[in-house]
């Protein structure tokens, strides 16, 4: 049964990160966050009985929802109303209709992916998904959603977070997910703004760790890391350290080996991290005799979006895969242990790296690998839609990458 409700903050121990941590409600399973940007809100929440008063009952997601407790739920998430009549329906609302596109008043809009598919995962399979493309009914609604994505992106690039041409690689990566050629450009930027030609989006980063490898690293939080004989090597006290190279967009992958041999070892990938010093980032950790996905929004508190399963021993591929429609997958040596996902609470963000240590033990990793080529989500995969739309591709600047 779905319940909206508070997250739990568990204070600094042993078993949590630097500072503490939030997390689900105890005899609960978080489904999706609907927390504003920056601040610890409300969540979806999946458990067999009622969480307390503090939580409103909601149903399973196929479930019909009565206009009385929609409208609960709509004043409790400061929000007018909701037209949709599952519970499911009226979520998917939530983050379409009444998504955040720059206010930070309400939960950030889940993007529009490849294909033009929008979709909300709410666990045990139970999905929500529709098409949303220029034409197609529903479309203005989650345009402004991604002109305002662009808008942030080209501030950034402005700024010197990215570099200068990164929002021409990220209009190039969406113009090509949508199937759409250059000429539409200018559905994807808002109208305030200059039109400006989109580039080829390809970007891929192998990092073994030997020789200079290092010096294309940044340490964004601690200091316990160091290149260990051709290998990346962590001390206890842990850092998060960040690969310099910005990738094409925020929907790509993030995969580092896990080499080391103590049991109680911290120690994963780092994806959609902000390339600054305040952090914002997503981070797989093989945390000890489990594994946990947190976020940090703002450089704020670590929130633990799930946790399950067992690590195997030495040598784990630890694998992050996130959609442009928010979908969060997370694997061990290929198998998914999480997801997908659905968490709009980072978007526009281009980097990717490592966590480590946060704990008792040191350890090592190896062969860090970034890639904004992901074929997943709803219109086939970039290879195909590039192979379909060869004049975009020319272009956008002579297939310069």
């Known amino acids: 049964m779905l ?3 508070p997250w739990v903050f568990h204070a600094e121990s042993p078993d949590t990160m630097p500072g503490g941590e939030w997390r689900a409600p105890a005899g609960a399973r978080h489904v999706v966050d609907l927390s504003p940007r920056g601040q610890i809100g409300l969540g979806v929440w999946d458990a067999p009985t009622s969480l307390g008063s503090d939580y409103t009952q909601l149903g399973d997601p196929q479930a019909p929802i009565a206009r009385a407790r929609r409208n609960t739920v709509a004043s409790r998430l400061s929000v007018a109303g909701y037209d949709e009549t599952t519970v499911g329906g009226m979520l ?11 206010s930070g ?25 529709r098409r949303f493309l220029p034409g197609d009914a529903g479309w203005d609604v989650l345009q402004e959603g991604v002109r305002e994505q662009y808008r942030r992106v080209r501030q950034q690039a402005l700024d010197g977070t990215i570099p200068e041409d990164h929002h021409r690689k ?23 703004l200059p039109d400006e030609t989109p580039m080829r989006p390809s970007t891929v980063v192998q990092e073994p760790f030997s020789g200079s490898s290092l010096a294309n690293m940044t340490v964004r939080e601690g200091s316990g ?17 960040e690969h310099d190279t910005a990738l094409s967009s925020d929907g790509h992958s993030s995969q580092i080996k896990d080499t080391g041999s103590a049991s109680g070892r911290r120690f994963g990938p780092v994806y959609r991290s902000g390339g600054t ?14 594994f946990r996905w947190y976020k940090r929004v703002d450089g704020g508190s670590y929130e633990v979006i799930s946790e399950t399963g067992t690590p195997g021993s030495s040598g784990l591929v630890l694998r992050a895969e996130v959609t442009e429609a928010d979908e969060h997958t997370l694997k061990e040596d290929g198998v998914a242990i999480i997801g997908p996902t659905s968490d709009s609470s980072i978007q526009g963000h281009f980097h990717g790296g490592i966590g480590c240590g946060f704990g008792t033990e040191s350890g090592t990793g190896d062969d860090l690998e970034l890639d904004d080529g992901l074929g997943g989500g709803g219109g086939g995969s970039l290879l195909k839609l590039v192979a379909c739309d060869m004049e975009n591709m020319r272009d956008m600047g002579g297939m310069r990458g």
């Open 92 to 102: 998917f609302e939530h983050f379409t209709r009444w998504g955040d596109t720059g």
């Open 3 to 5: 319940q909206i409700g």
């Open 225 to 241: 890391y160091a290149e260990s004989g051709g290998a990346f090597g962590y001390t206890a006290s842990g850092a998060i350290v």
């Open 170 to 192: 990220w209009l190039g990566h969406r113009l090509t997910i949508y199937g759409l050629t250059s000429r539409d450009r200018r559905a994807l930027v808002p109208e305030d």
């Open 277 to 290: 010093a305040t952090v914002d980032l997503y981070m797989w950790l093989r945390f000890g005799t489990v």
């Open 105 to 129: 008043l309400t939960v950030p809009m889940l993007g529009v992916g490849r294909g033009g598919v929008v979709r909300l995962h709410l666990g045990n399979g139970n999905l929500v998904e």
